[in-house]
């Protein structure tokens, strides 16, 4: 059976800015694999969220290619997808994180953990039930029926995690998901990832500036010039 994968191959991204030309991502090749927990540091500007947003196919490289390995045996290439194609690989495998939360401010909390399994259909009540379950988790139930706007920074963080991992994505990718929580948080939403891992072989990938966040990850790495470099 085939392992279920990102592979970058050769990635590089210029920004093109006025006149001038900056080289954000130089030539970055890795293999993100099912059931492996993977994190990415180095300092601010260094190309962190562009690298993310790029294995998710929320960006294109410059040149190189993004190579998604599914569970039926398949790969593509996820910048030949239409974007239609795209969408709906984003829509199925990928939960995301965002360094902003986007919840939908119209919903409540609840309602915004919900909405994408509602449209597909699944079961009302069960799903309630399981975004209920998770909000506790997290120290939210109180706020359940709260409207995003009412919550802190780091509360919509935490709401913003349940919603990406609701639906059991194959890929998690998290821009600096801990970044507005305190030390306690910090460690319930990075055992939450762990044990999705584990549940479900799910792919992690994360990025932080917060060593001990990286240290709880299997594979470590560094941006550094352009570069992704593992470190110990
Ligand atoms: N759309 C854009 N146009 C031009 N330059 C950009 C654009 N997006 C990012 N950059 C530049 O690319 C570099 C990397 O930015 P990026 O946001 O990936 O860094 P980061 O490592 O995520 O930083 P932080 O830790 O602050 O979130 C920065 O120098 C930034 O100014
Ligand atoms: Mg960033």
Redesign the pocket.
Known sequence: MSLCSIELRAIQKV?K?GGTQ?E?LKDISANFVENSSYAIT?V???????LLHIISGLDTPTTGNIIISLPDGTSSNLNKLSSEQRAQYLNKYYGLVF?QPYLMNELTVIENIVLKGLIAKKPALQQYQKAELLLKRLGLYEKKDSKPSRLSGGQQQRVAIIRAIFNEPLFLIAD?PTANLDEAHVQSVIDLFLECKQQWNMCLII?T?DMQVAERMQYKFR?YDGQLIPIN
């Open positions: 920004y800015q900056i954000v180095g601010s500007g260094s190309g962190k969220s562009t360094q600096e990025s500036h941006i």
